[in-house]
């Protein structure tokens, strides 16, 4: 009879953990979507929201658009971090998808600069900026909601589970920005279609919210709650810095593979950008496939071993790669997918997991929140505008080895790093 009880008892419980798993996973897909389609449609926006003549000011304009998003992540880590760690993780989530489905609403419909002049700038920047507010406090949220709500044996894989809604709304941004090339032409999307975008992200944050909506609290969060536990954030500092390091590599790994590939590829003339937007599809699929099996290997061995190989893999092999891409030893298909499976994968996969993981609940979100946003703004968010100006200066083969040094920067993080024992 025990063992027909325990068996009931842990049917809800798994229940619970997956539907917790996609509260968190569509975020994500929100999330990478709404950043994604900025950086993705920069180029052909930027003529209309940025006033001047030459092309090359107005295209870095916008990508320091997209830039801003990501300084204030840390300020909204902290305050919706606060949030999350007071009143709850549920509902700082839900906060911050209202946040962020408004602002991409209200980008879709935004004046041209010929419409209202400087206006068009200083608004798209000041909703990028609301919505980076939201995005600081998303991601660490999440991470301690599946880090909270996962069953023990398998938080490895709900963490690489829960990322994957990252890349799915990659893939859903290069299939809508490719569909639109391919439908409208170049110059279609620069004179309106990239609107569409932004609003088909606004339509995905309303059925994020939905979803979001139907899910509970994490039970060691209302644990917590009721043993009313004090906890200093300045006792956990070592760890605040392993996850500054840590980030650093990480992050830029996500975005080159990910974000600017398409652009990096179009520069050096391996591919044009509706191709390469399309052809991006297939590798993130793979890369979804990839997270799961790191997540289940992780899992097994132990999580901080998986994510070194990875890092290690991506401090070796960014480069090698994006050589074999530049003379035409690789086509772009091959590089993209090499360098997101074997690099990006483990190290995304694990992350939201592994780094909550060094904090106890009272402090979880903040602690791991703010160091990781601030090392997402000042590497992952500033990337494209970097890489974009060295290719303007003639540098562009300086941009892999950037990735690569950055790489090993997240190995010597994670040697700082040390597991909460709470």
């Known amino acids: 009879m025990a063992q027909v009880d325990n068996a009931l008892v842990a049917r809800p419980v798994a229940k619970k953990g997956r539907r917790e798993l996609l509260a968190g996973t569509v975020g994500g897909v929100v999330e990478s979507f709404d950043w994604t389609v900025y950086a993705v449609l920069a180029p052909y926006f930027a003529t209309q929201m940025f006033s001047g003549e030459d092309e090359l000011t107005k295209l870095l304009a916008a990508y320091a658009g997209f830039a801003v998003s990501f300084v204030v992540r840390p300020l909204g880590s902290y305050l919706l971090g606060r949030v999350a760690d007071a009143r709850g993780r549920r509902f700082a989530l839900i906060v911050s998808m209202i946040t962020i489905c408004l602002g991409s609403l209200l980008i879709a419909v935004l004046p041209t600069a010929a419409t209202i002049g400087a206006a068009a700038p200083v608004l798209l920047v000041v909703l990028r900026a609301l919505q980076g507010v939201a995005m600081g406090g998303e991601a660490p949220s999440v991470a301690a909601y599946i880090t909270e709500t996962a069953p023990p044996n398998r938080r490895f894989l709900f963490s690489g589970l829960s990322y994957c809604g990252v890349v799915i709304g990659n893939v859903l941004c290069f299939a809508v920005v490719g569909v639109l090339l391919v439908v409208l032409g170049e110059q279609g999307v620069v004179d309106g279609g990239w609107r569409i975008g932004f609003g088909i992200a606004a339509v995905l944050g309303v059925l994020a919210f939905w979803v979001r909506s139907a899910a509970d609290e994490s039970e060691e969060f209302r644990t917590s709650r009721r043993e009313v536990r004090r ?135 903040v602690g791991m929140g703010v160091p990781f946003t601030l090392g997402v703004a000042l590497f992952g968010g500033t990337f494209p505008m970097l890489a974009q100006g060295l290719g303007a200066v003639g540098q562009l083969s300086a941009v892999p080895w950037v990735a690569a040094g950055l790489a090993v920067v997240s190995l010597v993080g994670t040697a700082v790093f040390k597991v909460d024992e709470n």
Request: aromatic share 10%.
């Open 231 to 365: 906890t200093k954030l300045s006792g956990h500092l070592r760890n605040m810095v392993a996850v500054f390091l840590i980030t650093t590599g990480t992050t830029v790994g996500f975005y080159f593979g990910t974000t600017y590939m398409p652009e990096y590829a179009a520069q050096l003339g391996a591919t044009r950008a509706a191709s390469s937007n399309l052809s991006m599809i297939p590798s993130l699929l793979l890369l979804i496939a990839a997270m799961a099996a790191f997540g289940v290997l992780a899992d097994r061995i132990g999580g901080m071993r998986v994510f070194r190989i990875g890092m290690g893999l991506l401090a070796l092999c960014t480069v090698p790669l994006m050589t074999a891409l530049a003379h035409g030893w690789l086509p772009v298909w091959a590089v993209t997918t090499l360098y997101l499976v074997f690099g990006v994968a483990p190290t995304i996969a694990l992350g939201n997991v592994l780094l909550s993981t060094g904090f106890p609940v009272e402090v979880r979100v």
